[in-house]
């Protein structure tokens, strides 16, 4: 046989070995991509076939990464049983199963093209590859910057977001912990993630984050305040309306950032340097009638603002007053004292003054309201009923309202003299009834005894044959048993 037909046979028995066995070499098949996130572990599935089920040469696994150019860079290597790691890969990449490659603690720059190649010595054709795709969702870090000192009102602030990440996160804003919806008037947020208001307003001061997320990650940045400066802003009050002799306070409030500077004058007249938003001062007796402006002046970094109340000062008409009807007595101590029965009708008043104000009174009854007139009618005072706390209070004087309190007490009244001898005689007299009674049993009792003894006499003296005159009876005994009455025993004593 010449080479030429060895050759043809040759070819003719390995096409017929192809056919029969299915498979044209080795044959390597790789899943399909994965996606997974930062610290995960994942596994690259790959699985092969022979082409001559006959070959029993191990496999010899290769794994390795591409770069951009499809340039593979080794990862690792199995031969044998035996794994070869390349340094940058030991901690994390290693062999599952038969040709599995696992890494764990999976990074963002694992994320990449990976490629599974298969070689078995023997086998013709020897080797094959597959190439898997990782994806790794990944967001390291959000920061973003605010101003670090306040922005006044009214002007426009930028704050800027940075997000190192994978190409697809969403990237949001919140405030005071809401996110924001951008159709809020004046707020923008850009192409490079940065907020934008325009037009700063008070509402806008507050705490600010950068969120972003994507299909399986969130981060924030660190929260942080955007200050927003504004002028003192001091409200209204009504003029106040005082008496002589005691302190008058007068109260602003004042809302500024940064806090502002306060400066009280009197009558336009600078007054001691109290930055306070209130202001107390002494209204002596003779200043009836007066009237003073007090004016508050707020100072800031950005503005100035200014306002005026009056103190009209009247004399001490407004003062409620309590009286009892018909003497006009007027109830000085917090106490009225009343006999349990009795009645009493109290008069609550406006001391005299020169006012045309109507008052209207309310009177109250352990602090619920009882009478709506200027008098307090009690009938037959009652312990139970009336031993409580009173108030009036008055509606129209100066100052606004006026009230006064005291306690009404209920005494249980003593019995009354011709009562308590009366009582005195009765008992007495139950007394003596009870001595009468006892004295009466007594005497019965001793004539019971005295009958005795001259019946035991008159016995013994027919039996002995002495006389009554020679015998002193000492005592008499008598026993009576079930069955007869007669005399048991006497005893006696002999005179000598």
Known sequence: MDLSGGCRIYLFVLFNLFLIEGVWGTSVNVGSGISTTEGSTVFLRCSFSKSIASVDS???????????????????????????????????????????????????????????????????????????????????KVVSTVPSTGIIIGNTVTMTCTVTGDLTPSVYWKKDDKELKLTSTGHVIKDDHSLVIHSVSRDDDGIYVCGARNNVREEMSTPKRLEVYYAPVISDISDTKTVINQNVTV???VDSNPPAILEWTKDGQPVEDINNPSFTFFVPEQEVGKSYEITLTATNSVGKMKKTTKVIIGDACGYTTISHEGSGRMLEAKTLSLKEGRSVTLVCSVKDCESSDTYSYEWYKNDVKYSTSDKLVINDASLMDDNMQYMCRVRGGIPFPSSVGFRIHIKVPLLEPMTIVIICGCAAGFIFLIILIICCVCFCKKRRQTRGYKSADSKYSMQSGFSYNDIEFIGIKERRDDSSSTTSGVTTSVLA
């Open 251 to 253: 109260t602003f409030e």
């Open 58 to 140: 191990p496999p010899i696994v290769h794994w390795s990464i591409l770069d951009a150019d499809g340039y593979p860079t080794p990862i690792l290597t199995r031969t044998n049983g035996e794994t070869r790691t390349e340094p940058p890969y030991r901690a994390r990449f290693s062999i599952s199963g038969e040709a599995d490659l696992r890494i764990t603690n999976v990074q963002a720059e694992d994320n990449g093209k990976y490629r599974c190649r298969v070689q078995i010595i023997d086998d013709i054709p020897s080797e094959d590859f597959g190439d898997i795709t990782l994806k790794v969702f990944w967001i390291s």
